[in-house]
């Protein structure tokens, strides 16, 4: 794995670009509705292969793996549990497989539909979560970690305490949180990273919020509290949940680029996008560093 400083490094060099959405673009070639998104890749690999090619041939610099929620705690519900570390390894390999020349990230989320995350006394069991999961991401050799969607600063600190004992190296945080720049449970987000980027996070910001006229404030908001790497990855606007129960994002590439455009001068570093974008909209973004 790459070092905080190395990672650093590579995004002073001109390291830029995440990739976009997955689960919004696997339900679209036919991936069910509320199933296990990480089994459902594993018995068919190819949608996923494909929609991550078109990523890197897009521009995307790093790729996150599907290993979303790919923690035992969620794994049992197929059960999968007893073999996490083989689940997160096989989906790292799937995707060093389908973007060779890019970095990939072990993705790591929020548990808080699992258990009461926010609580204190989930603490240990957090951590012996993502300890699993980040042993399963190394023995697959992704390149770097990274937590999005969290929703409760003690998420990020069980990933950063699971990291350390794992002895992972760099490792990336972003919170999904309100127009306002504060997290779900009322938290104020900047000193939130700030204390991250303190404890040795090689990047932080947000993903999972519509880019709409907010986000450009938002990022001018959390760069006044942070000095490093800053995370942009929005959404693609405001979604509008069809007949089906499904979320639909009509925002257009030429429209999500020039909100990232403002983002970029207001501090944005690295970009990408989350629900509802897709290769069109990296693509849209790479022209910003043309």
């Not at 957090?126 to 003690?154: A, F, H, K, S």
Request: hydrophobic fraction near 40%.
């Amino acid at each position: 794995m790459l070092t905080r400083e190395s990672f650093q490094e590579k995004i002073r060099q001109g390291l830029r670009l995440l990739d976009g959405a997955t689960g919004s673009n696997l339900r679209a070639v036919g991936m069910p509705k509320g199933c296990c998104t990480e089994q459902w890749i594993l018995e068919n690999p190819e949608p996923l292969l494909t929609l991550q090619r078109g990523y890197a041939q897009a521009g995307s610099q790093i790729i996150y793996a599907p290993t979303f929620q790919a923690q035992p705690i969620a794994l049992k519900a197929v059960g999968l549990d007893g073999q996490t570390e083989k689940v997160n390894a096989r989906l790292v390999a799937l995707s060093r497989s389908a973007a060779p020349d890019c970095l990939i990230a072990g993705d790591l989320t929020t548990l808080a539909t699992f258990c009461d995350s926010w609580n204190p006394d989930s603490f240990d069991l957090l951590v012996d979560n993502y300890r699993r999961q980040i042993r399963g991401l190394m023995d697959g050799g992704c390149d770097l970690l990274v937590g999005e969607t969290l929703l409760y600063p003690q998420e990020a600190e069980a990933i950063l305490t699971a990291a350390e004992l794992e002895g992972a190296g760099a490792a990336m945080y972003s919170f999904t949180m309100q127009s306002d720049g504060s997290l779900f449970s009322g938290a104020e987000v900047g000193p939130v990273l700030r204390e991250l980027e303190h404890a040795g996070a090689a990047a932080v910001g947000f993903n999972c919020v519509a880019a709409d006229m907010m986000t450009p404030y938002l990022v001018s908001k959390l760069r006044r509290f942070v000095t490093g790497p800053l995370i942009c990855k929005p959404n693609a606007g405001m979604p509008v949940i069809n007949s089906a129960g499904i979320a639909e994002y009509h925002q257009t590439p030429d429209e999500f680029r020039d909100i990232m455009a403002q983002c970029v001068e207001n501090g944005a570093t690295l970009l990408g996008g989350c629900c509802g974008t897709t290769p069109e909209f990296i693509a849209a973004v790479r022209a910003l560093q043309e």
